[in-house]
């Protein structure tokens, strides 16, 4: 695919952002049957990625984000997302190797928006070099970058998917890993309560759905942040996963 210019709508200094009607007539010029459109939103990726998230494409739908996400952190993949934000597109890199993520906003921006409102337009493979640690000191720089493991865990409990990732779906018990470090994220309340019972016990969805603070979506959304922070065992033969049958899986 061509490499696409545009004239930046935003004053001079501002971070440079492109119209998303702009960038969506590029990507249908490109595209003249539903393969080509697949294309071009999946430009250029690893093999193993790139069949990873034509799992979800070939549903009739496009990728979400945090599937993206999940697929990149899978094969340790590199991938600049564009995403829609409104009128105007951003890009965002992630880098698995380095749990890091750039964003042509800054982050601290980034995470005050409304997550449901982004829109995945492209996925390509990142040539972006991650800055060696005296660039990554200065304000200015790291102002665009952040832990990836804060950016799943925001996407999980506040982006657009509410359903269990197929990789922990189906008759499955939950329990947390006994190493895993949870102090780098907001943790509070029922999140707090719930994180510390799944640390001693192993839970079933539908029992997690109905603690304090709790129901399907929103145990659904912790257990995708928690697999995501490579911080959730999933058993599908403990007693405690018997009695979830069909119940469990995405609906």
Not at 113 to 132: A, G, I
Request: charged residues 25%.
């Amino acid at each position: 695919m061509p490499v696409m210019n545009f004239e930046s709508t935003l004053p001079m200094g501002a971070a440079e952002l492109v119209r998303a009607s702009a960038f969506r007539r590029s990507l249908d010029e490109d595209s003249r049957s539903d393969d080509d459109r697949i294309t071009s939103r999946l430009s250029a990726l690893d093999p193993s990625l790139h069949q990873d998230l034509l799992r979800f494409e070939q549903k009739g739908r496009q990728s979400e984000l945090l599937e993206v996400m999940a697929g990149a952190v899978r094969h340790a993949s590199s991938v600049t997302v564009h995403l829609q934000l409104r009128d105007h597109v951003l890009a965002l890199t992630v880098f698995p190797v380095h749990r890091l993520v750039h964003c042509v906003m800054p982050m601290a921006q980034f995470f005050e928006q409304q997550l449901t409102d982004l829109e995945v337009l492209r996925v390509e493979k990142s040539h972006q070099q991650v800055p060696n640690l005296q660039t990554l000191a200065q304000v200015s720089v790291q102002r665009h970058y952040a832990s990836l493991g804060r950016l799943l865990w925001e996407l999980a409990l506040r982006g657009s998917r509410d359903e269990l990732l197929p990789e922990i779906a189906g008759q499955a018990a939950y329990r947390i890993t006994p190493t895993l470090d949870l102090s780098g994220l907001d943790l509070s309340g029922s999140l707090a309560s719930a994180c510390e019972k799944l640390k001693r016990h192993t839970t079933s969805l539908r029992e997690i759905a109905e603690w304090p603070g709790f129901d399907r979506p929103r145990a659904m959304r912790m257990l995708n942040g928690l697999y995501l922070q490579a911080g959730l065992m999933v058993s599908r033969t403990h007693p405690a996963a018997t009695n979830e049958g069909w119940f469990s899986g995405n609906r």
